[in-house]
């Protein structure tokens, strides 16, 4: 009887432990890293972190924009720059000395400086830029800091012991923008192709508004497990920034 008991409790014990340490999981609270006049890095999940920097418009104000870094075993991928060379190098540092992690690459999602504005601080510290071919050819059409390795409709790189996929779906807030999804935490850099929640259409100047809602349509299908979103402008959220894009831009 004893025995019986013992065993019961052994059973309870553990599918406590499991439950606890489900939820601890499923419920990771972001945290506030860092912070000047420049740049803020926020963790949003176990191995994802958001940056933000600031761009001054004419049309828009001084406009937050956002980028990510995944890290896995002490390596690091970022996507997109941080809009000027001085917040990329601060940038930069920040990963080495805090998180100590080494920077395999740098991914800009489209042509646009709120992407690719601080470029020349990575190649001077001889990291790897990779971006879809239209975006190299739009950065060269522009005289824009121009990346360094080109590749088709999708890319995977190796961040440690973890893939990240690169990938154009369709032209929406540009000719070139590329979404990129990290699979271990579910999470999608929707750059500034999806749109937070209450946002506006924005800048316009090189978009597709006729394919926007359909390039998304096809995020939404590839990607349906996903937990995260984090829109190039504006608050990160889940998968109801994907529905609220394609509503945004859906033609009647």
Known sequence: MNLIIKNLLLIVITLAILNCNSQKKGSFKAKELYKSNNLIITQIADNTFEHTSFKQTNDFGNVPCNGLIVINSKEAIIFDTPT??????????WIKETLHCKINAIIPTHFHDD??????AFHENNIPSYAYFKTIELAKENNFVVPKNSFGDSLILKVGNENIIAKFFGEGHTKDNVVVY?????????GCLLKEIDATK???????????????????????????????HGEYGNKKLLDYT???????
Request: charged share 25%; aromatic share 10%.
């Open 84 to 93: 000027n060379d001085k917040s990329s190098t601060e940038l930069i540092i």
């Open 115 to 120: 992407c690719l504005g601080g470029l020349k």
């Open 182 to 190: 990290f699979p271990s935490e579910d999470v999608l850099f929707g």
């Open 202 to 232: 924005g800048y316009l100047g090189d978009a597709n508004v006729t394919d926007w809602s359909i390039t998304v349509e096809k995020i939404k299908k590839e990607y349906s497990n996903v937990k995260i979103i984090v829109p190039g």
């Open 246 to 252: 394609i509503n945004l831009f859906k033609t009647q």
